[in-house]
């Protein structure tokens, strides 16, 4: 098959961020996994993160949690990124890790407590000024584990006023992405639980305000595809945390639990011009590799979305609309499953190969042999995990 | 124990609408099975919710299925209603028997149809003025089994060009309320499937339209309170259309299946003021009594409602407030256990009783032999169901 | 790419029954839409099952349903089959739809009933006789809808006696599967809910009652492919009943909803041997075609099942254990992969061609004008559907 | 009310196993929150258990985790416990801590491994001779996160090999219990996901092996009574973990989550035989207490296991059977919710006073000062959770 030359222009800009969290170690709480050549520091993620770049050349942009990735300067750290050829994007805040919070942070039944919380957030837009980067994405871990522990109704308020208070302290080009999480780690209520709750409360912020929509974050058999549609429609649709899962919150490469959903979902990007020049979609990465290896996991990643995005592109969307309106059930679907089961990964591999680029990054990392040095040279200290 | 005053002030002008249909037969893809006495006309439908009311005085208002329920004179229908002492109450549309609809109906691609559907919409509205009744209840059956065959994004579009169309014929006291419901009967995409979409899309539309929440039509899960908490904060809780559920829309008798989660809706209708004197909540029953009586089904379902109700405003807010300040997870459940888990049925008989009403008024009913009367009386003739 | 001999020895023999009443009229409980051509007899829907076979060459047999599909000489019948080019395959029994199976049928309290139902099935042996059908598939509707309306416990038992009842009676060529399912059309408990209850009950018959497992009949989220490993391992896998879901037994057309699920299932089959010369394992379609056309439909489910085995059948099961042995859980998931990911479509056209079959027979079939020919043909009478 | 004498009788021999891990810290990935008082050590843990018997004289077992538990002398703890008022139950196994159990134990691929994982059994095994257990639990984290990363297959084989090692090694009056779990700390897929699974391989083993079912460790929608019923009914219920969930395998108290699922699930305890003389059903709580008091939070869970026994012994059983028989719905339904509604803990507050124990033993608890007292005495040292 050939790609065709919308379809690469569409390509060749894509961009797909990477957390730096992907390359320290995570795991469940029954036990989290070491492995040789885990990153001790922020600079060794981004090393790591730069390796997805170079081999696949879809990962310009490497996201900062704080604070985890905290730094003393971070113009430097951003010289630093740029010598290894990515920058530094979106920031994401942590309000889930201080004792304080165990029952809240921008929620919290204590105005002290929320106050922390904002302030937390108004420093990482000060660091959003130093690393350049346009987004801060909140997701918070705000919930209860039981019936009556908190007042549902008047959190709601108080996350109102907590956003606000963070709202006005955007700059003109910056933005907060507020994301929403079914449950986990509040195992009764939630905060922001869903679509509905995020869009409120984002949309009586203002436009620099949007949803991030995690693709692991949903009640079983949601259809996301709709939800993509409805906030693209709405305007609203800030941003993708990308991974798979089977259960709950599984944190699965992207693609991997069910392909076909990831499909569905580029697809509805596609439709809703997520994918056009001037979309205000980002996409991002955001999984833990518990038991594989976590630089070639992400590079796995990257390339599951780009080789579904280039499947979603090549449904014919003029036949589709003719087998719709004709009420053409199969006709439609099997317009939709030609795309879905066409072999892209050739066509790609060529292409990645036109660019400079190898054409199976899985392997040229392999035969790189970066893990082994890694595993060789950062003996000592304390490997990254969530904890740090 | 002594129910407080307060208590018996809300509880005395409580009100639950019970819906026409539910006299009728009902049942799965499997099988409908018939039982003796089934009402064949809508008069007899009215005759036997009368009797919910007369031994409850809980249920003064009848919901309507058009065209299940249409007749040639409503004003007639509604003196009828009026001299079994109750009331019409909801207007319901029905969008989903006619062949066309097949593909849809106010989301239908082809103009015509979706013209057809706010029609009946209009249709609907003028039979409201002769049955004296404040709200269009909107669910739609819209939706897809396969994902291609339709446009999700269209039809948002469309959902909102035809919902505008109906809104515009709403009179000054009239209201529209829009169900969303997870799935069925479309199994890949519904059109309104969660209360985000029907929240954006009332928004959109002005003040008289709202939200109907179907405590069944949620994703497993699902902290249907959260969103009564929620719904009620953003002003937009319509109404309720009572059941409950095990796994999917199961119209079971509410609070049979989780009695616990239904005290946890009400007791957030409580804090939201759902229950205050001018509250825009309607409450209501959906359900359907496929192996169980019909006419008991719905005296035991709104005494389900009353007793959880009377349940939920047990609970001390004051001390509430204090526990869940004060970080007293234990305490603070244990002030909502103690709620639900008080006996308030001996009280509420006392009540029913000094109100000229039966202490249990499913033995009064089981003694009066309504059962036995209809179904000696009603020979022959059609049965009504989901058909008719 | 070339499909390995080995794999098309496999394919040769690959047969999936295809199910008499998939070409009647099915729906949900809000309606059944009718299609103009739909079969009024069981000899119309031999017909059209007939066309699957011939444009495929994979649906030899086709499964009865009594008494849908009751005649008076069923010797008669299957003559009519094989001159359609097609046998009789699986009798399934029906026990759901007498108003005297209301509570219950096998599982009854009423031994008269239990009786009765046992009786049916012994029908069903005699029928099985003159067919030459091997199976006897049975499903239970049997549950109950609210908690305490029947005794889950002592239902267990009065299943045993009755399934024992009717095992005695199955001739030395003959086997039982007991189909399990979560839920529907009963609320509450279902008698035969999960995988393990078949499974003992089978077991405590003998080796000719076998596990039947249908692809729509479990929880969210439920592992299937496991279960298939492990009836497998037992020698418990009778028979397969093909279908997708996105949320409840939704009956859509095979690797609709999960095509990636319907590869890991046909890889444990091909694991465990149940595409062996000598398997034991029956694959049949069970599925509802409510929205689309019933006889394509029909191909492209086998279609799918052909289509995702050839996959299934790619895996270079070596290479896989040596990844998985050596801990290489990138490598290991990434063998998996390149089989679902190869298209498999052109070489199987040829294969087709080769064997005297279209290559495509979606597009044979369709410029066939068989649908508009009985939509001509097939005029007045009553369309088949689950009531008959 | 008045508690019947048959009732006092069960509730008199009631005995609720608490696990020593309850009394250390817990909680998600994301976080674990410390407490002041909280155990460094197992004397510790134990002299917070004993207060839970000390308040409610119902649970005089405590049960170990190994090696979180391990000391040097079993003996010895055993005199502690004893002087505690408490005696050492069920030794609770752990191969998921080990760096070697990456990719599983009992089912691992490598035979080293499976070894080691068996060496530890038969360590708890030896540990069980000198603390007096009768029972070895074992519930495995084995599963995998991909598919293909790991041969479903080949694992049930091995888990079989493994088991029936440790099987042969029981004395004589000692028992094996093979706790299930539906995923986690596996994504993709659990070697002993169901009880079907942990059944079939019990029942491969012989009568001192039996199944252990944790309410928290099912699928969406599980009807878990039924499981209870059939496991009772086939002789392999060995034991319950307890604890309630919303989501997942939240392990929230028992009976929070879902009083009325408790109430069911106990109902079918007693209709089984499950609370006579001679069960060999062991009752154990397996929660934690993530955000809440750990020692009333134990006191809180195994009043509820009783409060909700004693309603599910307050069904009359015989009127119950005559409604099931005669069709009655309604009837049959009310007879249990009457129980289920019944307020029984005043007549227990009496109960227990006649016993000399507090009438509330949380409260009691309350002013007793322990948790000031430890949070004063307990100063240094490292506090116990699932890592020690």
Redesign the interface.
Same mark, same amino acid.
């Given at each position: 098959m050939t790609i065709p030359q919308e379809t690469l222009d569409v390509l060749a800009r894509q961009r797909i961020e990477v957390p730096s969290w992907a390359y320290g170690n995570?795991?469940?709480?029954?036990?989290?996994?070491?492995t040789p050549g885990t990153p001790r520091t922020v600079q060794e993620k981004l090393a790591d993160a730069a390796q997805v770049h170079k081999y696949t050349g879809l990962a310009p942009d490497v996201a900062l949690h704080i604070p985890w990735d905290k730094v003393d300067d971070y113009a430097e750290l951003r010289r630093f990124a740029e010598d290894l050829g990515v920058g530094l994007g979106t920031i994401n805040s942590n309000t889930?890790?201080d004792?304080v919070y165990?029952?809240g942070s921008l929620t919290h039944?204590?105005p002290a407590i929320r106050q922390k919380a904002v302030d937390h957030h108004l420093e990482c837009i000060e660091i959003m000024g130093a690393t350049g980067s346009r987004d801060l994405k909140i997701w918070l871990?705000d919930g209860?584990? @039981?019936?009556? !522990?908190?007042?549902?109704?008047a959190r709601?308020?108080w996350l109102h006023e907590s956003l606000s208070k963070i709202y006005a302290q955007l700059g003109a080009e910056q933005r907060m992405v507020l994301e929403y999480k079914?449950?986990?780690?509040a195992? @009764?209520?939630?905060d922001v639980?869903?679509?509905? %709750?995020s @869009?409120?409360q984002v949309a009586a912020l203002g436009e620099k305000a949007m949803v991030c929509l995690d693709t692991g974050h949903? /009640?079983?058999?949601?259809?996301i595809?709709?939800?993509v /549609?409805?906030l =693209?429609? =709405?305007g609203k649709l800030g941003s993708f945390d990308f991974n798979s899962?089977?259960? /709950?919150d599984?944190d699965?490469?992207v693609g991997?639990?069910?392909?076909? !959903?990831l499909f569905?979902i580029l697809f509805?990007v596609v439709?809703?011009g997520g994918l056009d020049e001037d979309s205000p979609v980002a996409f991002m990465l955001d999984q833990c590799h518990?038991?594989?290896?976590k630089v070639?996991?992400q590079i796995?990643s990257v390339l599951n979305v780009q080789e579904m995005t280039a499947r979603a592109l090549l449904v014919d969307r003029d036949e589709?609309?003719t087998?719709?309106?004709g009420?053409d059930? =199969?006709g /439609?679907?099997?317009?939709?499953?030609d795309a879905? @089961? %066409?072999?892209v990964?050739p066509a790609l591999a060529e292409w990645r190969e036109s660019r400079g680029l190898p054409a199976d990054p899985?392997r040229a990392f392999a035969e790189s042999g970066y893990l082994a040095r890694i595993a060789e040279e950062r003996v000592g200290g304390s490997q990254s995990s969530?904890g740090a």
């Amino acid at each position: 098959m050939t790609i065709p030359q919308e379809t690469l222009d569409v390509l060749a800009r894509q961009r797909i961020e990477v957390p730096s969290w992907a390359y320290g170690n995570s795991g469940t709480r029954f036990k989290v996994f070491g492995t040789p050549g885990t990153p001790r520091t922020v600079q060794e993620k981004l090393a790591d993160a730069a390796q997805v770049h170079k081999y696949t050349g879809l990962a310009p942009d490497v996201a900062l949690h704080i604070p985890w990735d905290k730094v003393d300067d971070y113009a430097e750290l951003r010289r630093f990124a740029e010598d290894l050829g990515v920058g530094l994007g979106t920031i994401n805040s942590n309000t889930f890790q201080d004792d304080v919070y165990k029952f809240g942070s921008l929620t919290h039944s204590d105005p002290a407590i929320r106050q922390k919380a904002v302030d937390h957030h108004l420093e990482c837009i000060e660091i959003m000024g130093a690393t350049g980067s346009r987004d801060l994405k909140i997701w918070l871990a705000d919930g209860s584990n @039981y019936p009556g !522990q908190v007042s549902i109704r008047a959190r709601q308020d108080w996350l109102h006023e907590s956003l606000s208070k963070i709202y006005a302290q955007l700059g003109a080009e910056q933005r907060m992405v507020l994301e929403y999480k079914f449950f986990e780690p509040a195992f @009764y209520h939630t905060d922001v639980p869903d679509w509905g %709750t995020s @869009y409120v409360q984002v949309a009586a912020l203002g436009e620099k305000a949007m949803v991030c929509l995690d693709t692991g974050h949903h /009640a079983p058999g949601t259809n996301i595809e709709f939800i993509v /549609a409805q906030l =693209l429609r =709405l305007g609203k649709l800030g941003s993708f945390d990308f991974n798979s899962r089977f259960y /709950a919150d599984d944190d699965l490469i992207v693609g991997a639990a069910d392909p076909f !959903q990831l499909f569905r979902i580029l697809f509805e990007v596609v439709v809703g011009g997520g994918l056009d020049e001037d979309s205000p979609v980002a996409f991002m990465l955001d999984q833990c590799h518990n038991v594989e290896d976590k630089v070639p996991g992400q590079i796995r990643s990257v390339l599951n979305v780009q080789e579904m995005t280039a499947r979603a592109l090549l449904v014919d969307r003029d036949e589709l609309r003719t087998a719709q309106e004709g009420g053409d059930v =199969l006709g /439609a679907n099997s317009i939709l499953m030609d795309a879905f @089961y %066409t072999d892209v990964r050739p066509a790609l591999a060529e292409w990645r190969e036109s660019r400079g680029l190898p054409a199976d990054p899985m392997r040229a990392f392999a035969e790189s042999g970066y893990l082994a040095r890694i595993a060789e040279e950062r003996v000592g200290g304390s490997q990254s995990s969530w904890g740090a």
